[in-house]
């Protein structure tokens, strides 16, 4: 009995140097757009900040940042309570908008793989509805985990604050591996969504549950190829994220190195280090230096995106072959299967 995964692994190979060699730098950037909002090793958004209160002078240069007299700066309550929840709603809200795009972005990344053409506009439109699909239903399995968390604290929390801290941390001692456990298959059905569903759902125009309906039946019937395929995947994964660590640690010093030097400029054109808190309390200051992080972030980010660009399209690959080898009405790549085989 032969293993479709053990097979796999070097015949994504040889689809990865199809699809990306010779090398073409349009190709490969607009992959990295694509790879950038993709689960996996790595891409957050940042977000920058801040805050300037003042004393009542003019010259936000020369206004002291604590009062005359020593005493402490006086900061409303409300004012924080206020500012941390715009944070959290401004967070979320990014953090929702990058997770739809991300899920339009996975299918745009798997009709990519099967064309070997990258448009991502053009597979964004096509796709939208679908990404929307896969956008609710990994909402969905988000709150599968967070709501019974929720239920926990709000038990949890009066119970403590009633002076029986004892019961408060039994309780949740007792209800940790059921959550790690809750945690661990709401992964493996996204996973699963991701890397198997999305394809059927490609190929035959199918929404999330039409799509696990239809692959629910050869996941079954090959279940201890898909087996294999969970246990090699994990450790190609950490392989993954391995590497992209030790690339990434060496581009961030490179990149760094420009972004410190223009830093210092604007340190010395703000008055130099000896002023340097009366150049963070200057609004226009904390503009530059802000957007300065900013840009320090993103450049890195589409840096790191570049890396994962080749091991994120041999894991595709790698997922695409399995998939075909154990239902071949479910295969998206046909042709490079005989060209590689």
Same mark, same amino acid.
């Given at each position: 009995?032969?293993? &479709? ?78 500012? @941390?929840?715009?944070?959290?709603? +401004? ?12 899920? +339009? ?51 949890? +929390? ?38 198997? @569903? ?38 190609? /994964? ?30 010395? /054109? ?7 808190? /009366? ?16 840009? &320090? ?16 399209? &041999? ?27």
């Amino acid at each position: 009995m032969s293993w &479709y995964a053990v097979e796999a692994l070097d015949d994504a190979i040889e689809g990865t140097r199809e699809f990306l060699f010779p090398f073409d730098a349009g190709t490969w950037l607009r992959l990295a757009i694509v790879v950038f909002f993709l689960g996996g090793a790595s891409s957050a958004s940042p977000f920058q900040g801040g805050m300037q209160f003042s004393s009542g002078s003019n010259d936000p240069v020369s206004a002291p940042l604590i009062p005359p007299d020593g005493g402490d700066v006086s900061i409303p309550t409300d004012t924080i309570l206020m500012v @941390v929840a715009a944070v959290i709603i +401004v967070a979320v809200l990014l953090g929702l908008l990058f997770t739809l795009i991300g899920s +339009v972005m996975e299918f745009a990344f798997v009709e990519s793989l099967r064309s070997q053409e990258v448009h991502v506009r053009r597979y964004m439109s096509r796709y939208f509805g679908q990404g929307l699909r896969l956008f609710v239903f990994r909402l969905v399995l988000f709150l599968v985990v967070v709501l019974p968390i929720g239920v926990l604290i709000l038990v949890t +929390v009066p119970v403590f604050s009633a002076g029986s801290p004892s019961i408060a941390a039994g309780t949740v001692l007792v209800f940790i591996p059921v959550f790690i456990l809750l945690a661990l298959f709401v992964a493996l059905v996204d996973g699963l969504t991701t890397n198997f @569903v999305v394809p059927v759902m490609i190929l035959q125009e199918r929404g999330v549950i039409a799509g696990w309906q239809a692959f629910w039946p050869t996941l079954r019937g090959e279940w201890k190829q898909y087996g294999v395929y969970l246990v090699l995947k994990f450790f190609l /994964a950490i392989a993954g994220g391995f590497l992209v660590s030790i690339a990434g640690g060496i581009i961030a010093v490179f990149l760094l190195i420009p972004f410190a030097i223009f830093a210092v400029l604007l340190v010395v /054109a703000f008055g130099g280090f000896a002023a340097i808190s /009366a150049t963070l309390s200057n609004p226009v200051a904390l503009v530059l230096f802000g957007a300065l992080v900013l840009g &320090y972030v993103v450049c890195l980010l589409f840096a790191l995106a570049l890396v994962r660009v080749p091991i994120q399209t &041999y894991l595709g690959y790698f997922s695409l072959l399995v998939l075909g080898d154990t239902n071949r009405e479910f295969d998206l790549i046909p042709e490079l299967r005989e060209e590689i085989r």
